[in-house]
């Protein structure tokens, strides 16, 4: 098989397209709406692949001590379906790091549309998070994130996702076929299929 893989849309997939979708593919309270939607119990009726995005955002309105709340919920059903965890993450990488050290957790954590810098994607990386990129990145960090960490990602950009290949491929020298074998081993690693 050989498919563009798409670790986090809102769109459904096009030909040739492996999307995890949100709503369909993962599910999560994103801390948007952390104060909305009080967390109960994860739909495990439903084989949904990931857990997210859910994480934590210091721009937003939501309380901080709620999102923490709601986030630490998703650890949970994180580690007890095994399954990744989706992440959003805004302002709030130290204490990303943090839960992730305290937690101890063992499930995959994608940090999805990254756009920091280098330096504290290497520390992310160090402590075993995946890196999804999506169109807005930055290029260095790009450049130096090992594949074996790197993901793709369109989010809710409605450009298809073999653009990004492309982009990528051209930036990194290499070829989006050895782009695309290296994201489909990353996907094999992450949800076990
Ligand atoms: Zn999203």
Known sequence: M????DFHTHHPS???ELVIQQDVDSWG???WQADQSAPTEFPSDHPYLAIGECGLDKVCTTPFSLQMEVFLKHIQWSETLRKPLIIHC???FDEMLSLRRQSKATQPWILHGF???KQQMQSLISH???ISFGFHYNPQ???SCPLESMLLETDDDPRPISLLYNQVAIELGISISKLSSQMENNYHTIFGA
């Open 2 to 5: 050989k498919h563009f893989i």
């Open 14 to 16: 096009r030909q040739g």
């Open 29 to 31: 309270i994103h801390p």
């Open 90 to 92: 805004v302002k709030a």
């Open 115 to 117: 756009r920091g810098k």
């Open 128 to 130: 075993g998070f995946y």
């Open 141 to 143: 960090s790009l450049l």
